[in-house]
């Protein structure tokens, strides 16, 4: 159905073998008329969050508007029903499995970014960093360490991330000292570009006087950032 400014489809994915379930739902935002540029763009959710959270289908709508085939989706053990997530390392299996199913869902593109909300995009980062096939990541939120455990990195795979990456972090994100983050975009293995939020948490959202705006309204003002870099990824060469 169109939302003014996309089509939206309800798909099913498949999860692979050795998955809670055999497929998850995802969310298919296409542009009107049909033509999505260069790179689609597959968006996962975070470890207490699902496909519908109001970041995700912002970023994957606006996306869209701006010509890109955006796809958000379930991990399975969310669409099995369950809250708490698995190892971020259980999930990547699955992951590849969505990755490569989404492909026919944009066949005539030139590649597949992947990505997002902290757990999902660090889930997508170590498929990455595993052999999956992707022309970016997209992470919105990376959860660096947990709260206060800024002596257990998760940077580990990060040498074997040759692909561009961005990051869309916060100043207020309990999950990301900025400084350190910013100590270790080296450690990739591929270029990376970094975009600050003043003031936002987690989930990217700001609160405070005279500079509000909800997950979902900073996340729509967002896409734009993401789909521009997303072309200076399709036109430059990357080594």
Not at 2 to 20: E, F, K, N, W, Y
Not at 40 to 54: E, I, P
Not at 170 to 190: E, S
Not at 204 to 222: C, F, K, P
Request: aromatic content about 4%; overall charge neutral; charged content about 20%.
């Amino acid at each position: 159905m169109p939302d003014g400014r996309a089509v939206i489809d309800r798909v099913s994915l498949d999860a692979g073998p050795g998955a809670p379930t055999d497929a998850v739902d995802a969310v298919v935002h296409r542009p009107r008329g049909g033509t999505a540029s260069g790179i689609g763009v597959l968006l996962t959710h975070g470890a207490g969050g699902d496909l519908d959270g109001a970041g995700l289908t912002a970023l994957a709508g606006g996306l869209a508007a701006a010509g890109h085939l955006a796809v958000r989706c379930n991990l399975p053990y969310r669409q099995a029903g369950r809250r708490a997530p698995p190892r971020a390392e259980r999930s990547v299996d699955a992951f590849a499995a969505i990755a490569t199913d989404a492909r026919r869902l944009g066949p005539r593109l030139h590649g597949w970014a992947v990505g997002g909300k902290s757990y999902g995009g660090r889930v997508a980062s170590l498929a990455v960093a595993a052999g999956l096939d992707a022309a970016a990541l997209v992470f919105y939120g990376y959860p660096l360490h947990a709260p206060g455990r800024h002596d257990r990195l998760r940077v580990n795979h990060w040498p074997h991330v040759t692909v561009p990456c961005l990051f869309l972090q916060g100043t207020r994100d309990p999950l990301c000292d900025l400084d350190l983050l910013r100590a270790h975009l080296p450690d990739l293995g591929g270029p990376a570009t970094l975009h600050v939020v003043e003031g936002g948490d987690h989930s990217l959202a700001v609160r405070g006087e005279g500079a509000a705006g909800s997950e979902g309204e900073v996340l729509t003002q967002l896409a734009t950032v993401v789909g521009d870099w997303l072309r200076d990824v399709t036109r430059t060469p990357h080594h």
